[in-house]
Antibody, heavy 118, light 110 residues
Framework: EVQVLEFGGGLVQPGGSLRLSCAAS????????MSWVRQAPGKGLEWVSA????????YYADSVKDRFTISRDNSKNTVYLEMNSLRADDTAVYYC???????????WGQGTLVTVSS | QSVLTQPPSVSAAPGQKVTISCSGR????????VSWYQQLPGTAPKLLIY???KRPSGIPDRFSGSKSGTSATLGITGLQTGDEADYYC???????????FGGGTKLTVL
C-alpha cells in the first residue's frame, strides 16, 4: 500500500525558516518524481515544487523561487522542503504528492500545516 | 488569479449529470495532458483523471475526462451526495516550467 506522510509543520515567525519532510513507502521511491502542493486556508491548490526521481532536476513556482529548496534522499525514501524567508502568505497546509507525471500526484499525504505569524 | 479557469460552482440533482470546464492556453492545456482531482471536505485531494481521460484503478466510470484544444472537461454522471466536493483541473505549463491548477469548482448535489 502506498503511503505518504508529511512532518515538520508548525508556527514560525515572518522571516523565519522551516523544513518539511515527507516519508514515502509502498512503491519504488527512486523511480518517481515527488512534489509539494499547498493550500492556503479556504483557498485552492497551489503547486509549490517538484524534484525528479534521481534529484537532478528541480522545479519551483515563481512564488517560492529563491526562498524554498526541494531535495530528496532516496536511501531514506524521503523528500524535503526547506523554506526560508517565510511570509504570512506562505501560511497553508502543505501536501506531499507522488509523481509529477505518469500519472501526476496519484498519491497524497494528509498534509502538514505551516502558519507564519508573529 | 489562476492560470487555468474553472467555474466557481456547479450544481445538479442526484442521479443527474454535470460537467466542469477548465480553460487554459496553448502553453498548458493545449500541449500537455490534463488531470482532475477531487477534494472532499477536510481531506487531501485525490486523483480522478489523468492524461486527459484515463481513470486510476478504483475510480468509477461515472467520472470521465475530455480535452479539446485549450479546454478540458470533467463529466460526472449518476450524481451522488457523496460527490459533493471541490474539483480541480491541473496540467504542466511549458512557459512557466511548472505545474498549474485551476481555481477549483465546488460541486453541490441538491
Amino acid at each position: 500500500e502506498v503511503q505518504v506522510l508529511e512532518f515538520g509543520g508548525g508556527l514560525v515567525q515572518p522571516g523565519g525558516s522551516l523544513r518539511l519532510s515527507c516519508a514515502a513507502s509502498g512503491f519504488t521511491f527512486s523511480n518517481y518524481a515527488m512534489s509539494w502542493v499547498r493550500q492556503a486556508p479556504g483557498k485552492g491548490l497551489e503547486w509549490v515544487s517538484a524534484i525528479s526521481a534521481n534529484g537532478d532536476s528541480t522545479y519551483y513556482a515563481d512564488s517560492v523561487k529563491d526562498r524554498f529548496t526541494i531535495s530528496r534522499d532516496n536511501s531514506k525514501n524521503t523528500v524535503y522542503l526547506e523554506m526560508n524567508s517565510l511570509r504570512a502568505d506562505d501560511t497553508a497546509v502543505y501536501y506531499c504528492a507522488k509523481g509529477l507525471s505518469q500519472p501526476p500526484f496519484d498519491y497524497w499525504g494528509q498534509g502538514t500545516l505551516v502558519t507564519v505569524s508573529s | 488569479q489562476s492560470v487555468l479557469t474553472q467555474p466557481p460552482s456547479v450544481s445538479a440533482a442526484p442521479g443527474q449529470k454535470v460537467t466542469i470546464s477548465c480553460s487554459g492556453r496553448s502553453s498548458n492545456i493545449g500541449n500537455n495532458y490534463v488531470s482532475w482531482y477531487q477534494q472532499l471536505p477536510g481531506t487531501a485531494p485525490k486523483l480522478l483523471i489523468y492524461e486527459n481521460n484515463k481513470r486510476p484503478s478504483g475510480i468509477p466510470d461515472r467520472f470521465s475526462g475530455s480535452k479539446s484544444g485549450t479546454s478540458a472537461t470533467l463529466g460526472i454522471t449518476g450524481l451522488q451526495t457523496g460527490d459533493e466536493a471541490d474539483y480541480y483541473c491541473g496540467t504542466w505549463d511549458s512557459s512557466l516550467s511548472g505545474w498549474v491548477f485551476g481555481g477549483g469548482t465546488k460541486l453541490t448535489v441538491l
